[in-house]
């Protein structure tokens, strides 16, 4: 079955960076597009960065387009957000998607808390 598990959260100072990963199985990772959202407190979850099948295109939210890279890795089968300048209003739990069928697919998530 899909599988889908986030790492690499934590605690960062305001300016700080966190570079998220997610390890993906049960599906055929190169062949699909793939989404990093996130969930602040009280908040509806947002679409943070979307890259292709292949890499070679993405797209950002544009509260992040400057200082976030999304980068997947077909071989090792795993998808990266790299965030930088991270803000305390971007504290949120983060996801890695997966759209395919119809359905929509999530990991469980990893918190990222931007606080001094």
């Known amino acids: 079955q899909v599988q889908l598990v986030e790492s690499g959260g934590g605690l960062v100072q305001p300016g700080g960076s966190l570079r998220l990963s997610c390890a993906a199985s049960g599906f055929s990772f190169s062949v699909y597009p793939m989404y990093w959202y996130r969930q602040a407190p009280g908040k509806e979850r947002e679409l943070v960065a979307t890259i292709n099948s292949v890499g070679n295109r993405r797209d950002y939210a544009d509260s992040v387009r400057t200082r976030f890279s999304i980068t997947r890795d077909n071989t090792k089968k795993e998808l990266y957000l790299q965030m930088n300048s991270l803000q305390p209003e971007e504290t949120a739990v983060y996801y890695c998607?997966?759209?395919?069928?119809?359905?929509?697919?999530w990991g469980q998530g990893t918190q990222v808390t931007v606080s001094s």
């Open positions: 998607t997966l759209k395919w069928q119809s359905r929509t697919y």
